[in-house]
């Protein structure tokens, strides 16, 4: 793999050609696919993310997964060829760091799988991927983070497609190639429309969800966009429910606003 390339899933994505610095703990995905190894797993990451219930950590472990699962998109989109995110090749690490505790990755083996050059070839090599890996990586990590936590399938599914909407605009902000711009919104197109639900185990498929925007925290000119699942930060130590959060009513949202903008306003921001 070229240095480009490194560097890119490096500051994306958090994944790394080997074990990255400060990392506590480190786990094969295969074993967290089991039971025993998710309980370890959970056993470990609990307490240094502060969660108050495993609950939080599934919530989190989710959160965390989407990053894995938008390092596919862009390698498919982007990058027209893909690594082995199987299973068998995927390993995660616990790197404590500010009183926070993130997930980072790394892969056991670099074989960059390439897509055909004609566009039908592709297109048919990205379903495979994308089928692959959410039938075979993510949905096996997820039931059993969901059999473990005791938080449902969906709650964890639902950590996807917050982030997956966020950087999907940020991306094609970052585009000046028409052709690319389109290929970025087809590909995804795919994942939200197209993938079958049976390839998540779940009833429909958990990205067709419904974007609904609020008003910006700091600007009342400008709106962002409500969370898809709750994150469970409120279930951490010293956590409270987000801005963004769906759970939060409007009224608690409206006073939220008024507290941040009050204190802003007396700071002289």
């Known amino acids: 793999m070229n240095e480009f390339l490194r560097q890119e899933y490096k500051s994306k994505f958090d994944l790394h050609l080997e074990v990255p610095d400060g990392a506590v703990y480190s786990f094969a995905a295969a ?5 025993g190894g998710m309980r370890a797993f959970m056993e470990a990451y609990r307490p240094l993310m502060k969660a108050l219930d495993d609950k939080a950590a599934g919530a989190y472990f989710g ?16 990058f027209l060829c ?67 936590s005791g938080l449902s399938p969906g709650e964890i599914w639902g950590q996807l497609p917050t ?35 049976a390839v998540f ?30 994150c469970m930060y409120y279930r951490t130590e010293g956590g409270r429910l987000c801005y963004t959060c769906p759970r939060m009513k409007e009224e608690e949202r409206s006073a939220r606003r008024e507290e941040f903008r009050a204190e802003r306003a007396a700071a002289g921001e």
């Open 201 to 230: 185990g779940m009833p429909r498929n958990p990205f067709q969800v419904k974007v609904r925007r609020i008003e910006s925290l700091t600007d009342p000119q400008q709106t962002v966009q409500l969370r898809n699942r709750c």
């Open 63 to 78: 959160g965390y997964l989407s990053i894995m699962a938008l390092a596919v998109q862009y390698s498919v989109t982007g």
């Open 163 to 197: 982030k997956f909407n966020y950087y999907a605009e940020a991306f094609a902000a970052e585009l000046t190639d028409p052709l690319l711009l389109r290929r970025l919104e087809e590909d995804y197109a795919y994942l939200k429309d197209e993938l079958p639900a």
């Open 31 to 35: 074993e967290l696919a089991e039971e």
């Open 82 to 148: 893909v690594p082995d995110f199987s299973l068998r090749n995927l390993q995660l690490h616990l790197v404590p760091a500010d009183g926070y505790c993130r997930i980072a990755f790394s892969l056991r083996e670099w074989g960059m799988v390439q897509a055909p050059a004609d566009e039908p070839g592709r297109k048919a090599w990205r379903n495979a991927a994308l089928t692959s890996f959410y039938q075979n990586t993510a949905g096996p990590l997820i039931r059993m983070a969901s059999q473990v």
